[in-house]
């Protein structure tokens, strides 16, 4: 592909064939990656990549989480609070998510990109159980074969992530150059303890977020394109 054609065909891939991903591919793909800029080429991140089932316990251990914290959220208070402590579904995370609202104008983008979404899915906007079977999705990987969790060095400060997000991006792009599709996804840097059980984990690293990768499918969910703002919107302007 021409490199402009990959950089517009790139999209988040939310469903994803049972095809799997060669060994090699799946090296190439990652080690091509490593080409990527950082901050005075440190490199301040690593990954741990699950495939070959390991994918599949994870994925399971992580909605299992992501159920029981639903649960939680039903609960009068008293319960909740032994039901937080015994059930293992408070995220054990390394970066808390935003609780709530976005601040500024990113609420009202969250708000259309996702309505945009569930629109595509047909799925009404009150109708909390779809939406949460459709955030589920996200814990088993939307069925991609292969899971990526990406960790950072927090001694680099707010490099690591700009470094972090150079090299996700790169990751995305070879990905999509190949013919496969990709998902970065928040959602998997909520608990840490099911990847933990299956990687030995540097120290001092910090889980960020994960990304879904494999073959993606012909369901319509991948067909979503989201606005993107306008060079206007991102542009200063000069003082008059
Ligand atoms: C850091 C990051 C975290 C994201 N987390 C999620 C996620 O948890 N679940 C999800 O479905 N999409 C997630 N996305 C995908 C965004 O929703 C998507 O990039 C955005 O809507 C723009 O769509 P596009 O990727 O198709 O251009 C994430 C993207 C990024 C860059």
């Given at each position: 592909m021409e490199f402009?054609?990959?950089l517009v065909n790139r999209r988040s891939i939310r469903s994803f064939s049972e095809?799997?991903?060669?060994?090699?591919t799946l090296n190439e793909i990652l080690s091509l990656a490593i080409e990527s800029p950082s901050s005075s080429n440190t490199q301040p991140y690593k990954m741990a990549v699950a495939t070959g089932g390991i994918n599949k316990v994870i994925g399971k251990d992580l909605l299992d989480k992501y159920y029981a914290a639903n649960k939680l959220n039903t609960m009068p208070l008293p319960l909740k609070a032994v039901s937080a402590i015994t059930s293992g579904a408070l995220p054990d995370g390394d970066f808390r998510p935003i609780l709530g609202k976005y601040p500024d104008e990113f609420q009202k983008r969250r708000v259309t990109t996702g309505q945009g979404l569930y629109e595509v899915l047909g799925i009404e906007r009150h109708d909390k159980k779809s939406r949460d079977e459709q955030m589920a999705k996200n814990f088993t990987f939307f069925n991609a074969p292969v899971a990526i969790f990406f960790f950072i060095h927090p001694g680099m400060t707010y490099t690591a992530l700009v470094d972090l997000g150079i090299f996700m991006q790169s990751l995305m792009l070879i990905?999509?150059?190949?013919?496969?599709?990709?998902?970065?996804?928040?959602?998997?840097?909520?608990?840490?303890?099911?990847?933990?059980?299956?990687?030995?984990l540097p120290k001092k690293y910090k889980l960020v977020c994960g990304m879904a990768l494999g073959y993606p499918d012909d369901h319509k969910?991948?067909?979503?394109?989201?606005?993107?703002?306008?060079?206007?919107?991102?542009?200063?302007?000069n003082k008059k």
């Open positions: 402009t054609d990959v095809k799997p991903i060669d060994d090699s990905a999509t150059d190949k013919g496969l599709g990709t998902c970065a996804q928040g959602a998997l840097g909520m608990w840490k303890s099911p990847i933990k059980k299956h990687f030995t969910v991948n067909e979503y394109k989201p606005p993107k703002v306008t060079l206007n919107d991102l542009l200063i302007p």
